[in-house]
């Protein structure tokens, strides 16, 4: 079932839990201080493995998928998000290429935007942030940065085998912040320019929000003053799908988050479909089953 998922305590001593599935829902809340949106870009399949570690006032969060996915968000107040690709990927964050090298770094308030068709291994490091002033999404590059990487290829391996033990959690959290400190220090690379295709996508999401949940190319387009072919082009180019099999794609996983949230007794499948775009219950059905493995009318009746 594309809905299963395996909640794991790798070792008991350990303040540590590994999530492994299909339900791409459980990287919502892995990315402490950061809420995510995830959208799978294709119909059905592949799995996803979720990691989460806790050292003091730090936490660490791995995550793994095998399919094309998009994810948004946007870094909580107090909190300060550091985000590391560990593996070779086709795919940007912010309009910036995914490198192994580099390190993202979200101060409170800014947004995340990522899409790829192969995604990385990745890992993010949620810190307070104590700092006063309202700096900006950096991008960092360097040996510093790469030092942090394979430290956190480490903590991911361990975690997922179930050798890390509380025994070693002192010694690793000293290395893991001496390691963050110099992989900050390292020189910035970029403060993120979204390309023009990352500038078109993000301004159809805008105006998506008031054309409405499955918006036609052609109302974009007029929207933002540009061609039907630039906005096919940069959403393949982003996404690598067209834009209705994004929002599709969206407007599905939208739903299924509404169904879990909702009760059965204050709303109705057909409710939700048309709230999200899907105003023919029957392909919606049929659509939502073969991507989650299970009927909407089953989300909603799990409902706790």
């Known amino acids: 079932m594309i809905g299963h998922t395996d909640i794991l305590q790798p070792h008991r001593s350990v303040p540590a839990i590994v999530v492994r599935g299909t339900d791409i829902s459980v990287i919502e809340e892995a990315v402490e201080g950061m809420p995510l949106e995830a959208a799978r870009l294709t119909g059905s399949g592949g799995r996803v493995t979720v990691a989460g570690l806790r050292l003091g006032a730090v936490s660490a969060?791995?995550?793994a998928f095998d399919f094309p996915v998009a994810t948004f968000g946007e870094a909580s107040p107090g909190t300060e998000v550091i985000a590391v690709p560990l593996t070779q990927s086709q795919g940007?964050?912010?309009?910036?290429?995914?490198n192994p090298r580099s390190l993202w770094r979200y101060?409170?308030?800014?947004?995340?935007?990522?899409?790829?068709?192969?995604p990385p291994n990745f890992a993010a490091i949620t810190i307070p942030h104590d700092r006063t002033g309202a700096d900006g999404l950096t991008v960092r590059e360097g040996d510093e940065v790469a030092r942090l990487g394979r430290l956190l290829?480490?903590?991911s391996e361990r975690l997922l085998s179930g050798s890390l033990t509380r025994e070693l959690l002192p010694a690793l959290e000293a290395d893991l912040r001496a390691t963050l400190d110099d992989?900050?220090?390292a020189t910035v690379t970029e403060e993120p320019r979204l390309t023009a295709s990352a500038q078109i996508v993000r301004s159809c999401l805008d105006a998506a929000d008031q054309i409405g949940p499955s918006p036609p190319v052609a109302a974009l387009?007029?929207?933002?003053?540009?061609?039907?072919?630039?906005?096919?082009a940069a959403f393949g180019r982003e996404f690598g799908v067209s834009p209705s099999v994004f929002f599709r794609a969206r407007n599905l996983h939208r739903a299924r988050r509404d169904l879990r949230l909702a009760h059965p007794a204050d709303t109705t499948v057909t409710d939700v479909a048309m709230r999200r775009g899907f105003w023919h219950l029957g392909r919606f059905s049929g659509l939502y089953d073969r991507v989650f493995g299970e009927l909407p009318s089953e989300t909603l009746q799990r409902t706790p």
């Open 221 to 232: 387009a007029v929207a933002l003053d540009v061609t039907d072919r630039w906005i096919r």
């Open 183 to 185: 992989a900050l220090s």
């Open 107 to 118: 101060p409170p308030g800014s947004e995340h935007g990522g899409a790829a068709r192969r």
């Open 153 to 155: 290829s480490m903590v």
């Open 61 to 63: 969060s791995f995550g």
């Open 92 to 98: 940007s964050w912010n309009g910036v290429e995914l």
